[in-house]
């Protein structure tokens, strides 16, 4: 555990397509670096399950078909970096998706230093070949990771095999991805804490090269 005595923030961003390994990514620098990994997607299945107003209102949405609005995401995400928890930094998997909520991000991060940014990168057929095997918990229905063997690392539950996860179905879903990607590239990659990571290897290379690349992107909460 890392002392939070003489910590310097580390705000992360991790950009990446479904399939990219991105949500075990940031799972393991949250764990590395102890920082809250806020995970949108996990905020909102949260509210879903506890029934909350956000929850009834976002299921309302998705079950319609259509993306939960930039405001509330943006509204979940300013209540949660505002807990004392991610003081010290975080990292975020899941938002921004659009430059809306990443231009609101900036603004949140008014004081609270840079941002770095990561996206890793997986060529589409690989990403196919990996979605359409992926499975997810039955109970809690997170994504397994590709090194869960057995039942889910979170709550025990058994894995099964996505139902939607046709090639046909996840082409579609990369496309979406990609074009809606390419302008929140755009939006970072002219800074210098934009990095891109290579995430066609083994899972652990991919680890070793983002603690590499935040180690050399920043010194004393300074980003080079
Ligand atoms: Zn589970």
């Not at 029934?51 to 009834?56: A, D, P, V, W």
């Not at 070949?129 to 889910?152: H, P, Q």
């Not at 991805?177 to 995430?199: C, E």
Request: hydrophobic fraction near 40%; charge should be positive.
């Amino acid at each position: 555990m890392a002392s939070h005595q003489d910590a310097i923030s580390l705000n992360v961003v991790m950009l990446g397509p479904p399939g990219a390994g991105k949500g075990t990514q940031a799972e393991r620098l949250a764990r590395t670096k102890d920082l809250p990994k806020i995970s949108t997607g996990d905020i909102l299945r949260e509210a879903v399950q506890a029934g909350t107003e956000l929850g009834l209102a976002a299921r309302e949405t998705m079950e319609a078909g259509n993306l939960v609005p930039d405001d509330v995401m943006i509204g979940i995400v300013c209540e949660r970096l505002g807990r004392a928890d991610a003081r010290v930094g975080f990292v975020l998997d899941g938002f921004p998706r659009t430059v809306q909520q990443a231009a609101a991000l900036d603004r949140m991060m008014e004081g609270r230093g840079p941002l770095v940014v990561l996206e890793i990168v997986v060529p589409e057929d690989v990403l196919v070949r990996r979605l359409a095997t992926r499975r997810i918990c039955s109970k809690c229905g997170v994504n397994a990771a590709v090194e869960w063997t057995g039942a889910c690392q979170r709550c025990g539950g058994s894995l099964i095999a996505r139902m939607d996860d046709s090639v046909e179905i996840v082409r579609e879903r990369l496309k979406v991805y990609q074009r809606q990607t390419k302008r929140l590239v755009d939006y970072y990659s002219a800074r210098p804490t934009f990095r891109k990571i290579n995430g066609n290897q083994p899972p652990d290379t991919v680890t070793a090269q983002i603690d590499a690349a935040i180690a050399a992107g920043t010194v004393k909460g300074a980003v080079l």
